[in-house]
Nanobody, 124 residues
Framework: QVQLVESGGGPVQAGNSLRLSCAAS????????MGWFRQAPGKEREFVTS????????YYADSVKGRFTISRDNAKNTVYLQMSSLKPEDSAVYYC?????????????????WGQGTQVTVSS
């Protein structure tokens, strides 16, 4: 099993950058694909980006492609979300998620474990 804890969220001005981290417990982190999802008030949870267990494969939502970068450091049991050129519409609670397996699917139902979320607020 995996326990996930996000950090790095907070207020940020539009156009600036922010990096989120997700620390995972356990000794089998490299067996899990990881994803980032976000949810704004009144909206459904949406896919942001995901990465395969080894880090070789990544996927991005069209809304963040070119601005966000997902990466992982399996030696540190950590996955990162580097966000740049932030927009007010990026404001949301960001969740990291894990699934046992290599493939980084883009649907919440494919993920088994979830963090508590971290708030990102982008002001104009």
């Amino acid at each position: 099993q995996v326990q996930l804890v996000e950090s790095g969220g907070g207020p940020v001005q539009a156009g600036n950058s922010l990096r989120l981290s997700c620390a995972a417990s356990g000794r089998t982190f490299s067996s899990y694909a990881m994803g980032w999802f976000r949810q704004a008030p009144g909206k459904e949870r949406e896919f942001v980006t995901s990465i395969s267990n080894g880090g070789a494969t990544t996927y991005y939502a069209d809304s963040v492609k070119g601005r966000f970068t997902i990466s992982r450091d399996n030696a540190k049991n950590t996955v990162y979300l580097q966000m740049s050129s932030l927009k007010p519409e990026d404001s949301a609670v960001y969740y990291c998620a894990a699934r046992f397996g290599a493939v980084p699917y883009n649907t919440p139902s494919q993920y088994n474990y979830w963090g508590q979320g971290t708030q990102v607020t982008v002001s104009s």
